[in-house]
């Protein structure tokens, strides 16, 4: 079991930066993988950014490339989220997602799902 404890949401203006962080306590692996997500209100809960729990190649959807980089301690067992020149249309509850894969063939495997309790950003005009 994995247990995520996020925090460093808040209302910040527009253009301004926040770093989101995701502690991850209890079992983790290096097959592992570790996301942020998004719900904004009356929408549906979007993939954000996301990476190999082992670090290496990191992931982000087209509305924040170049603005939101993804990152990990492996000494802290934490992710971060760092976002920069927010928008008004990045406002919605930041969600940590904590997948576990465990390998049973090299050809099936089998994922299972931890979410944070979620932490609000607010981005004002």
């Known amino acids: 079991q994995v247990q995520l404890v996020e925090s460093g949401g808040g209302l910040v203006q527009a253009g301004g930066s926040l770093r989101l962080s995701c502690a991850a306590n209890?079992?983790?692996?290096?097959?592992?993988?570790v996301g942020w997500y998004r719900q904004a209100p009356g929408k549906e809960r979007e993939f954000v950014a996301g990476m190999p729990w082992s670090g290496g190649r990191t992931y982000y959807a087209d509305s924040v490339k170049g603005r939101f980089t993804i990152s990990r301690d492996n000494t802290k067992n934490t992710v971060y989220l760092q976002m920069q020149v927010l928008k008004l249309e990045d406002t919605a509850v930041y969600y940590c997602?904590?997948?576990?894969?465990?390998?049973?063939?090299?050809?099936?495997?089998?994922?299972?799902?931890?979410w944070g309790q979620g932490t609000q950003v607010t981005v004002s005009s």
């Open positions: 997602r904590y997948t576990i894969v465990t390998v049973h063939s090299s050809t099936k495997t089998s994922e299972y799902d931890y």
């Open positions: 209890g079992r983790t692996s290096s097959n592992d993988a």
